[in-house]
């Protein structure tokens, strides 16, 4: 099997080499061959162990299939419970551009702060967290000055059904306890602290360092 593996991989790198550019491909076999495997390198230290875990083993199970099938979730009936709602608008505003995979992971990042306890304590304050700041609160939704209607039914009723999920136990699987996450359209001074640990779209997750009190 490891002979295999072997196999497989070099077969990939030869792949890589042979379908590169000219100028990679003037390379004498044994640079061409290290650069194939430092662009390989490179490409898993972006894979969490989450991301690496999911794409390795199969979902065995029919509600962990369906947690992630985009037409079953927009099936569901939806919720008028207000944590729902808050999570809900939050998952539609920041990230109904972005796939299902996205959209849980932006709603994770808003329960894992509801789970520390140098964040609010529930998912409506969360999100409203400073949102009398114009332009300065902690989700740029609520305190832009625009409306937070959703106006796109599919979309209302997709992040609906990801925030009824996430809200009734779905696993946080996807982002490794991420607390804080951006765009790539902007670098906010925070993220060269903390650690990065996923990437959906065009959304990047963050873990805040762990904060020690001294006595």
């Known amino acids: 099997m490891q002979l295999m593996n072997g196999r497989a991989r070099l077969g990939l790198v030869l792949a890589f080499f042979l379908g590169a550019t000219p100028a990679v491909a003037d390379l004498p076999l044994e640079q061409g061959l290290a650069l194939a495997l430092s662009a390989e390198r490179a490409a898993m230290r972006q894979m969490t162990p989450v991301v690496v875990s999911?794409?390795?083993?199969?979902l065995d199970s029919p509600e962990s299939m369906l947690r992630y099938d985009v037409s079953y979730l927009r099936e569901l009936p939806q919720s008028n419970d207000p944590q729902v709602r808050c999570l809900q608008e939050a998952i539609y505003h920041e990230a109904r551009g972005e796939d299902v995979l996205g959209q849980y992971a932006v709603g994770e990042v808003i329960l894992n702060r509801v789970d520390l306890p140098n964040f609010p304590d529930?998912?409506?304050?969360v999100v409203r967290q400073n949102a009398h700041r114009l332009n300065a609160c902690q989700f740029s939704y609520a305190c832009n000055g625009r409306s937070v209607e959703m106006r796109d039914p599919e979309a209302r009723r997709l992040?609906?059904?990801i925030a009824?999920?996430?809200?009734?136990g779905?696993?946080?699987?996807?982002?490794?306890?991420?607390?804080h996450f951006h765009t790539t359209a902007v670098r906010p001074s925070w993220a060269a602290r903390f650690h990065q640990t996923a990437r959906y779209g065009a959304h990047l997750f963050y873990r805040e360092p762990i904060?020690?009190?001294l006595n």
């Open 54 to 58: 999911r794409a390795t083993t199969p």
């Open 122 to 125: 529930d998912v409506c304050s």
């Open 159 to 161: 992040a609906g059904a």
């Open 164 to 168: 009824q999920m996430l809200l009734s």
């Open 170 to 179: 779905a696993p946080r699987e996807l982002t490794d306890g991420a607390t």
């Open 211 to 213: 904060r020690l009190t």
